[in-house]
């Protein structure tokens, strides 16, 4: 019996439906019902060609491409690439894996494949109809590319959001007793999608007041990550534990993103983030609405302004924090292109742009990152008691005292070059929160009324002043013109000591360095005949000329050892060479980085000549060819027993 019997329309109604909405322009060509409905019948198709024995290519093909074709008649070539198509591939999977079609000789080919790293490798037998609903490599390359231009066109004309008013916004709807926007303030305030929000990730405080521990991502299952909050987490836990609580939302737990309750939920949250967002979060180019992705793109652009210390780059920096980094070991992986798609969008407040970057770094403390380890927080946090709600307590109060950095007339920071953009920013801060003030003060005079409330109220604004006035103080000092001279003889006098500082640092990353390489490499107790870097006669006033000439010799060592090594190996495995990149160095062989690139500066002429000798023609693909182990490598260099024995062989 046919499984889609419990449907009551046929393919040919569906299609007819489907041209009808086409020519009328409608936004909505099928209905979730009537897709469901394609994918099955095109299964029962297939099960009962199997049954007959009639599963031939001749027959499947056609079937396939007639499919693909209607799908092409009313959705972009990228949708049906990467949404309708996979629900097909999916259906037929599960098929296969049931038994309800058995594969045969003349439904099916062999399909060779390898793992990216070479580590396994084999022939796969592949049903046909998996292959003809999908789209060739070269349409899936371009369509990439399309998908790619289409990036490059926004981030070029980047969008522009009021900061203020829309965390006001996020705030006021973390109040809802609605599962659907609850959930959009949730998304938005963390930087999760909603289906994690809903039923798939758990979050867990730290230590920071602006960090979670979050498990449980939508598209890959990693291992436990941080993640920023755009307000603090003792605000955020409470509304998330009651969203959890709802019955509705209990309903959906543990589901997945393609289970029918989830996407009827899903659907929902995004009408009700046109209607709460759609006059303050513009539409970009390419999209007809605004919907609760756009709102993760919008956190990455504000946690950048908020906690992006001013040395990090910021795409290294919202990768971590997005969960792009990881593989299902945990392990790093290298920069993540899909970080690029989260750089939509600019900050502004009353219409200047916002272009500091950890602006509350100050306040709460240094985010820790695998790549920057955590140091002491400057200043203390400022923290605001949560009350009782009142009626006409506004969330713009609590945005307020979140967004802006505390200030301590006993602190001092370290100057930097940014000084004259936090003085700018601060400027803007200091004028927003004096308009905050006189609202407040026009609001308490009109609804407030005597007791416990209005003491709040003037706490508050008594608050608010307390920190207009040291802004104001703040900015009046900065900008006189001898403090800000003052400001860049000590500037200058830092950077001096810091150059002296890392001409001592280098000296020893670089013993250290040649130590691990070398003992990596000599087993059997042979010293390496190396030149000892010359010492700084004047640590505080280093010559640059010397010492990188000095510097790039003692560098390129541990890499040297390594290349040599390499090349003893491809003599006797001539089917398995490997070629001499960054990567290879870095990754494999943990050379760090500024060592790598003096070496490839240094060799690259001679490392050209050898990989044409290899027939290394793509050195970028080369040692990801099958046969090649790159574990077998490194203990093949691990055991050689001298920089000298190695280049004899």
Same mark, same amino acid.
């Given at each position: 019996?046919?499984?889609?019997?419990?449907?009551?329309?046929?393919?040919?109604?569906?299609?007819?439906?489907?041209?009808?909405?086409?020519?009328?322009?409608?936004?909505?060509?099928?209905?979730?019902?009537?897709?469901?409905?394609?994918?099955?019948?095109?299964?029962?198709?297939?099960?009962?060609?199997?049954?007959?024995?009639?599963?031939?290519?001749?027959?499947?093909?056609?079937?396939?491409?007639?499919?693909?074709?209607?799908?092409?008649?009313?959705?972009?070539?990228?949708?049906?690439?990467?949404?309708?198509?996979?629900?097909?591939?999916?259906?037929?999977?599960?098929?296969?894996?049931?038994?309800?079609?058995?594969?045969?000789?003349?439904?099916?080919?062999?399909?060779?494949?390898?793992?990216?790293?070479?580590?396994?490798?084999?022939?796969?037998?592949?049903?046909?109809?998996?292959?003809?609903?999908?789209?060739?490599?070269?349409?899936?390359?371009?369509?990439?590319?399309?998908?790619?231009?289409?990036?490059?066109?926004?981030?070029?004309?980047?969008?522009?959001?009021?900061?203020?008013?829309?965390?006001?916004?996020?705030?006021?709807?973390?109040?809802?007793?609605?599962?659907?926007?609850?959930?959009?303030?949730?998304?938005?305030?963390?930087?999760?999608?909603?289906?994690?929000?809903?039923?798939?990730?758990?979050?867990?405080?730290?230590?920071?007041?602006?960090?979670?521990?979050?498990?449980?991502?939508?598209?890959?299952?990693?291992?436990?990550?941080?993640?920023?909050?755009?307000?603090?987490?003792?605000?955020?836990?409470?509304?998330?534990?009651?969203?959890?609580?709802?019955?509705?939302?209990?309903?959906?737990?543990?589901?997945?993103?393609?289970?029918?309750?989830?996407?009827?939920?899903?659907?929902?949250?995004?009408?009700?983030?046109?209607?709460?967002?759609?006059?303050?979060?513009?539409?970009?180019?390419?999209?007809?609405?605004?919907?609760?992705?756009?709102?993760?793109?919008?956190?990455?652009?504000?946690?950048?302004?908020?906690?992006?210390?001013?040395?990090?780059?910021?795409?290294?920096?919202?990768?971590?924090?997005?969960?792009?980094?990881?593989?299902?070991?945990?392990?790093?992986?290298?920069?993540?292109?899909?970080?690029?798609?989260?750089?939509?969008?600019?900050?502004?407040?009353?219409?200047?742009?916002?272009?500091?970057?950890?602006?509350?770094?100050?306040?709460?403390?240094?985010?820790?990152?695998?790549?920057?380890?955590?140091?002491?927080?400057?200043?203390?946090?400022?923290?605001?008691?949560?009350?009782?709600?009142?009626?006409?307590?506004?969330?713009?109060?609590?945005?307020?005292?979140?967004?802006?950095?505390?200030?301590?007339?006993?602190?001092?920071?370290?100057?930097?070059?940014?000084?004259?953009?936090?003085?700018?920013?601060?400027?803007?801060?200091?004028?927003?929160?004096?308009?905050?003030?006189?609202?407040?003060?026009?609001?308490?005079?009109?609804?407030?009324?005597?007791?416990?409330?209005?003491?709040?109220? &003037? %706490? !508050?604004?008594?608050? #608010? /002043? $307390? +920190?207009?006035?040291? *802004? =104001?103080?703040?900015?009046?000092?900065?900008? @006189?013109?001898?403090?800000?001279?003052?400001? &860049? %003889? !000590?500037?200058?006098? #830092? /950077? $001096? +000591?810091?150059?002296? *500082? =890392?001409?001592?640092?280098?000296?020893?990353? @670089?013993?250290?360095?040649?130590?691990?390489?070398?003992?990596?490499?000599?087993?059997?107790?042979?010293?390496?005949?190396?030149?000892?870097?010359?010492?700084?006669?004047?640590?505080?006033?280093?010559?640059?000329?010397?010492?990188?000439?000095?510097?790039?010799?003692?560098?390129?060592?541990?890499?040297?050892?390594?290349?040599?090594?390499?090349?003893?190996?491809?003599?006797?495995?001539?089917?398995?060479?490997?070629?001499?990149?960054?990567?290879?160095?870095?990754?494999?062989?943990?050379?760090?980085?500024?060592?790598?690139?003096?070496?490839?500066?240094?060799?690259?002429?001679?490392?050209?000549?050898?990989?044409?000798?290899?027939?290394?023609?793509?050195?970028?693909?080369?040692?990801?060819?099958?046969?090649?182990?790159?574990?077998?490598?490194?203990?093949?260099?691990?055991?050689?027993?001298?920089?000298?024995?190695?280049?004899?062989?």
């Amino acid at each position: 019996m046919s499984t889609a019997t419990r449907f009551d329309l046929t393919r040919d109604e569906i299609v007819a439906r489907f041209r009808q909405r086409i020519a009328n322009a409608d936004r909505t060509r099928l209905t979730r019902e009537e897709r469901e409905l394609l994918t099955l019948l095109l299964k029962d198709q297939c099960i009962s060609l199997n049954q007959r024995g009639e599963d031939t290519y001749e027959r499947l093909q056609p079937l396939c491409e007639a499919e693909k074709a209607l799908l092409l008649e009313g959705y972009p070539a990228g949708s049906v690439n990467s949404v309708y198509l996979p629900a097909y591939t999916r259906l037929l999977k599960e098929a296969l894996a049931t038994g309800q079609i058995k594969l045969t000789e003349q439904n099916s080919f062999n399909k060779a494949w390898a793992k990216r790293d070479s580590s396994e490798s084999g022939v796969t037998q592949t049903y046909y109809p998996l292959k003809f609903l999908t789209f060739d490599l070269e349409t899936q390359n371009e369509l990439r590319g399309l998908t790619a231009q289409k990036n490059n066109t926004r981030q070029d004309s980047l969008v522009t959001v009021e900061l203020d008013p829309y965390l006001e916004q996020c705030e006021a709807l973390l109040e809802s007793n609605e599962p659907e926007t609850l959930a959009i303030a949730l998304a938005a305030l963390i930087g999760r999608r909603h289906t994690e929000v809903v039923s798939k990730g758990t979050f867990t405080a730290t230590e920071h007041p602006y960090k979670l521990r979050f498990e449980g991502q939508q598209k890959d299952v990693t291992p436990a990550f941080d993640i920023l909050t755009l307000v603090p987490v003792k605000l955020l836990l409470p509304h998330l534990e009651r969203f959890r609580a709802l019955p509705a939302v209990q309903a959906l737990h543990g589901k997945g993103h393609d289970d029918p309750g989830v996407t009827a939920f899903n659907t929902r949250v995004n009408t009700r983030v046109k209607k709460h967002f759609a006059d303050l979060v513009p539409v970009l180019e390419g999209f007809k609405t605004v919907s609760i992705h756009r709102l993760r793109a919008l956190y990455g652009a504000i946690a950048i302004h908020f906690f992006c210390p001013e040395h990090k780059n910021e795409h290294r920096f919202l990768q971590h924090y997005l969960g792009h980094l990881l593989d299902e070991q945990g392990q790093s992986l290298p920069n993540a292109a899909a970080t690029q798609h989260y750089f939509h969008y600019n900050l502004s407040r009353q219409g200047t742009l916002l272009k500091a970057r950890g602006v509350k770094v100050p306040a709460a403390g240094m985010i820790q990152t695998p790549e920057v380890p955590a140091t002491e927080a400057t200043s203390s946090t400022r923290e605001v008691e949560s009350h009782a709600m009142t009626p006409v307590e506004p969330s713009a109060v609590r945005t307020a005292l979140a967004a802006t950095p505390s200030i301590d007339g006993d602190h001092t920071e370290s100057p930097s070059l940014s000084t004259l953009q936090i003085m700018t920013d601060q400027a803007h801060t200091l004028s927003w929160l004096t308009s905050q003030i006189e609202r407040l003060q026009q609001q308490l005079a009109t609804v407030a009324g005597p007791g416990a409330a209005a003491g709040e109220w &003037q %706490a !508050t604004i008594a608050q #608010l /002043q $307390a +920190e207009n006035a040291a *802004l =104001r103080e703040a900015v009046a000092h900065s900008a @006189q013109p001898e403090d800000v001279s003052q400001l &860049q %003889a !000590t500037i200058a006098q #830092l /950077q $001096a +000591e810091n150059a002296a *500082l =890392r001409a001592q640092n280098t000296d020893l990353e @670089q013993a250290q360095a040649k130590l691990e390489a070398f003992k990596r490499l000599l087993a059997n107790g042979d010293s390496p005949q190396a030149t000892p870097a010359t010492p700084s006669e004047n640590v505080s006033t280093p010559e640059p000329s010397t010492r990188q000439t000095t510097d790039s010799t003692a560098n390129t060592a541990p890499a040297e050892a390594i290349y040599q090594a390499v090349q003893a190996w491809n003599q006797q495995h001539p089917e398995a060479t490997f070629a001499i990149t960054q990567s290879l160095l870095e990754r494999d062989f943990r050379v760090p980085r500024r060592f790598v690139m003096d070496f490839l500066s240094r060799y690259q002429a001679e490392l050209d000549d050898y990989h044409k000798s290899i027939g290394a023609t793509n050195t970028r693909s080369h040692n990801r060819q099958t046969g090649r182990d790159v574990e077998k490598l490194k203990a093949f260099v691990q055991q050689k027993p001298s920089t000298r024995e190695t280049k004899a062989a």
